[in-house]
């Protein structure tokens, strides 16, 4: 079985497709550092979207997330973003924590597996 790897770096790669199923690492916002959450929250969505595009597959097929929050206090906040982007009937099993990051200016971080047809 091939293994297809997306946006591959020296220490990992932002997604891996496998089995017919895509595994993207933890998205941080790249694109809105130290924005509020929200803003943050949609960069990733936004990310998540173009990795699972680019592996042949969309938010329809999600299977798992997995959210960590530096703050659970913002978890009202990230819910607000993430259940305008989530596909109504489609959304998957998730799990949110509240944990440290590896860089201050990011406050939120979103991993998903998806299948991919």
């Known amino acids: 079985m091939s293994i297809k790897r997306i946006d ?7 997604a891996v497709v ?8 933890g998205q941080v916002a790249q694109g809105a550092p130290g924005a509020s959450i929200a803003d943050q929250t949609k960069d990733i969505l936004a990310s998540i979207d173009r990795l699972l595009a680019e592996a042949g597959t969309d938010k329809s097929k999600l299977i798992s997330a997995t959210i ?3 703050d659970m206090r913002d978890f ?20 949110c924590v509240g944990s440290g990051l590896a860089a201050q200016q990011f406050n939120v971080e979103i991993g998903v597996i998806a299948a991919v047809d």
């Open 18 to 25: 496998h089995n017919g199923i895509v595994y993207t690492a």
């Open 76 to 95: 009202a906040e990230m819910n607000g973003v993430w259940d305008a982007w989530v596909s109504p009937g489609d959304t998957p099993t998730r799990a």
């Open 8 to 14: 591959t770096g020296p220490r990992m790669s932002q």
């Open 68 to 70: 960590w929050l530096t």
